[in-house]
């Protein structure tokens, strides 16, 4: 423990961060510990590159919570793009701080607003989403002139997400900041626009990802879209070894995938920016414990969230990009542990799927539909809405392939069950298998 407690200290933590680190079991700073902690210690404006799990935390609390004083109003404020990664960021920060005197707020929508103006009269450190954030500012119930560190956290979603404006307003209201820091995923055009208009001598660091590529395997179905569920279903059913995310494109089709497959007998529940904010407290708390091993997510509720133990990462929706089907996948085959990533493929999500296929660095398998059980989908009176909107009535079940993707059949049935061919998908450039 020794030894790992000295590579922290060479970074210019704390003593009372270092206690920390030492009751928590620390073994070695991550790499972009490593790298921002003494830059943001020093004062500087830093751009850094990381993804989610990587330990950027506490790359800049600490830095944060040396250089911030009790009862000296709120020195700092972090913005995040969710009300869930905003209470995460503000956990970490009461957990590193629990040897100084200081106050953590957290402030998002969704929740009361009162208790959020007693919390910030006694802040040191705020951590929120910029809506709530502004609403505050409205109502003259936050003070930011004593800021001296602004952190935006996963700026790009925030970006995605078009809090652009929102987070202009926010940065102009802090015009005694001395330190302004970036974390992104990924750095684009917006984020490079903010960097030039509101950062000076910028610091700039990225760190490998968490994720560790030879030990996830990524594969994909070619299938059809009335029988998509059950296959989803089918392979829910084979394993059970550690916690499952299934990620879709919208909260509808979140709500009705986690509904159907709790009428199938597995443990799902659905999370997404649709649901209270307690309630959504409720869904992760209930994931990370594991009482349910199958949670069922929105990117943007799911986005930034670091959650241990995810064996697998199912794509029931294909992302209409390569840099969100990352972020996905990015959820399992963490630290040294195995993972897979199963992307479920119908004509739908054809010019999805073609669009994330044409980033070289993914290899994606593709894997023959298996034999299965069909089962249909539905929310008990509302079963005919569901079938009209294509998932499909038994009978259809033997029906053509999809073209698009090699015209594949079933084979018909027997005993309930279906075997398909897979074709060739030589015209849309996915070669052949």
Known sequence: METSIEEFRKLGLSENILKVIAELGFKEPSEIQKKAIPLVIEGKDVIGGSATGSGKTLAFAAGIIQHSEARQGIQALILTPTRELAEQVGKTFRKFAKHYILTVAEVYGGVGIEPQIEALKKAEIVVGTPGRILDHLERGTIELHKVRTLVLDEADRMLDMGFIDDVEKIINHCKNRKQTLLFSATINADIERIAERYMKDVANIEAE???????LKQVWYDVQQNVKFSLLVHL???EKAGLVMVFCNTRENSDFIAQNLKRYKLHALAIHGGLSQNKRTNVMEQFKHGEVYILVCTDVAARG???????????YDIPKTDDEYIHRIGRTAR?????IAVSLVSSRD???FRRVMENPDLKIEQIEVPQMEFVRPFFGQREERFDRRGFGRERRFAGRGSKGFGGGRFSGRSGGRYQRRQGSFTRRGFGRR
């Open 236 to 238: 829910l059913r084979q």
């Open 350 to 352: 054809y010019d999805n």
């Open 305 to 315: 969230l670091d959650i241990k133990g995810v064996s697998h990462v199912y794509n």
């Open 209 to 215: 990802s968490y994720v560790d590529a030879s030990k």
């Open 335 to 339: 630290a040294g542990k195995e993972g």
